[in-house]
């Protein structure tokens, strides 16, 4: 009886912990805010930036966000970089491939790749959808807290680690987007791999 007491008692100073974790978080600012992102990466130039609607970003709750087109010549790719300051029910970063998929773009593949960055390796999601005889490439990652994690179960495990240990929710979801083929994984390869300095810049660790 005095055992199953002890053990309910830790049971439930446990979950106390958890519950004060969970609701005292720090909000963590950006280093630098999105909107002086470089203009010039890796021979590509930004040609357009985007905003959304106002009652979308309220919904996503995201706090700093870059969404625009880098190109060299035709070719362009798109850029969304999402930055929350604390992560809660409501505002958090959702998986692209829960998100993307609609308007008549099918899924073909997803598997996670390593990039060889200046950083080191790096592993990202490649993800692929086709709509009729087109199809689109995307790169993305989560990354935040001193991590680049691909997995979305990796990156919920983390994000509840660093509550109960750090007080700290924020994180940012990193997605580039191409026209598929051969030629241009190569081209959105070598631009990835420029991005990441860049981002250590901007997104706390």
């Excluded at 625009?68 to 010549?73: A, E, N, S």
Aim: glycine letters at 8%; hydrophobic letters at 40%; aromatic letters at 10%.
């Amino acid at each position: 009886m005095i055992k199953r007491a002890l053990l309910l008692a830790a049971i439930l100073l446990a979950f106390s912990l958890v519950l004060e974790a969970v609701s005292t978080q720090k909000p963590v600012p950006i280093k630098m805010d999105l909107s002086l992102f470089p203009h010039r990466i890796d021979g590509y130039q930004l040609t357009k930036t985007e905003r959304m609607d106002e009652k979308i970003e309220r919904v996503l709750g995201v706090d700093n966000y870059l969404m625009g087109d880098y190109c060299q010549g035709r070719f362009c790719i798109d850029l969304y970089v999402g930055y929350f300051e604390e992560q809660q029910e409501g505002a958090m970063i959702h998986s692209p491939k829960h998100c993307m998929p609609g308007g008549g773009w099918s899924p073909i593949s997803a598997e996670i790749i390593v990039l060889e960055t200046p950083l080191g390796p790096r592993k990202i999601n490649r993800f692929l959808l086709q709509k009729g005889g087109e199809k689109l490439l995307v790169y993305y990652w989560y990354q935040g807290r001193g991590r680049v994690v691909a997995s979305e179960f990796k990156d919920r495990l983390y994000l509840l680690l660093d509550r109960l240990l750090k007080r700290r929710s924020d994180g940012a979801l990193v997605r580039l987007i191409v026209p598929y083929s051969p030629e241009a994984e190569a081209r959105l390869q070598a631009f990835t791999k420029a991005l990441f300095p860049i981002l250590e810049q901007y997104l706390p660790s």
